[in-house]
C-alpha cells in the first residue's frame, strides 16, 4: 500500500530563520504528485506547493520550497524567514492512483511552532 | 472562504444515532472526496465520488455510507455512531477525477459523539 510517512511529530522554529520539515513516501507509480498542506488552528486546510514527480526542478513559492529526491523518494519542505504566521500542522502528501484510486494520501503531520 | 461548503460545522450527538454531513464543492468541480481527522491519526481518506459516481473507498466503515447528487452536491451518513467516530470530517474537491493539483478543502464538520 502506498504510504507517506513524516518522522517528526513537532519542530520548533525561532522567527526569521530557517525550518526543514522531512517526509518520505513510498509508491509504486511512475508519475506521481507530491504537496504539502499546512493546517492553522482555523483547521482549514491550506495547499502551500505541489512538486509534478517528473519534473527535475524543486518546486518554489515564495519563502516555501522543496528538496524533492526521486531515487529517495524524499520531500522535505523548507520555510525561510519564518513567520508567526506559518505556525501549523503541515501535512505531506502523495497522489494514489492505483486501480481506480485518484485521491490523495497523507501523512501523520508535523507540528511546527515559531518562537518569537 | 475556499469555495468547498461544509455544514454543519459542529454536531454534538449520541451514542448510536445517525448523522448526516453536507458538503457543495467549488463551482466547477466534479470530484467530491470524504476524510476522517481523528486525534494522532492525520487525514484517513473513506471515499470519491466522480460526477456522480463513487470512484474510490477507503477505510470507510460499514456503517458509514454516501452519496453525490445531480447538482453536484455530497453527503456522507454516519450511523451506529461510536465513541471512536468523533472527529473532524473534511470535503474536498477537485476539477477532474484525480488530484494532479491537489484539492480544495472545505473547512469541516467537528462531531462529537456522547
Known amino acids: 500500500a502506498q504510504t507517506v510517512t513524516q518522522s517528526q511529530p513537532e519542530m520548533s522554529v525561532q522567527e526569521a530563520e530557517t525550518v526543514t520539515l522531512s517526509c518520505t513516501y513510498d509508491t509504486s507509480e511512475s508519475d506521481y504528485y507530491l504537496f504539502w498542506y499546512k493546517q492553522p488552528p482555523s483547521r482549514q486546510m491550506i495547499l502551500v506547493i505541489r512538486?509534478?514527480?517528473?519534473?527535475?526542478q524543486n518546486a518554489t513559492e515564495n519563502r516555501f520550497s522543496v528538496n524533492f529526491q526521486k531515487a529517495a523518494k524524499s520531500f522535505s519542505l523548507k520555510i525561510s524567514d519564518s513567520q508567526l504566521g506559518d505556525a501549523a500542522m503541515y501535512f505531506c502528501?502523495?497522489?494514489?492512483?492505483?486501480?481506480?484510486?485518484?485521491?490523495?494520501?497523507f501523512g501523520k503531520g508535523t507540528k511546527l511552532s515559531v518562537k518569537p | 472562504d475556499s469555495g468547498v461548503t461544509q455544514t454543519p460545522k459542529h454536531l454534538i450527538t449520541a451514542t448510536g444515532q445517525r448523522v448526516t454531513l453536507r458538503c457543495s464543492p467549488r463551482s466547477g468541480d466534479l470530484s467530491v472526496y470524504w476524510y476522517q481527522q481523528s486525534l494522532d491519526q492525520g487525514l484517513q481518506f473513506l471515499i470519491q465520488y466522480y460526477n456522480g459516481e463513487e470512484r474510490a473507498k477507503g477505510n470507510i466503515l460499514e456503517r458509514f455510507s454516501a452519496q453525490q447528487f445531480p447538482d453536484l452536491h455530497s453527503e456522507l451518513n454516519l450511523s451506529s455512531l461510536e465513541l471512536g467516530d468523533s472527529a473532524l470530517y473534511f470535503c474536498?474537491?477537485?476539477?477532474?477525477?484525480?488530484?494532479?493539483?491537489?484539492?480544495?478543502f472545505g473547512s469541516g464538520t467537528r462531531l462529537t459523539v456522547v
Open positions: 512538486q509534478e514527480a517528473y519534473k527535475q
Open positions: 502528501a502523495s497522489t494514489n492512483y492505483g486501480g481506480s484510486q485518484g485521491n490523495l494520501i
Open positions: 474536498a474537491s477537485s476539477a477532474a477525477w484525480g488530484a494532479n493539483y491537489g484539492y480544495t
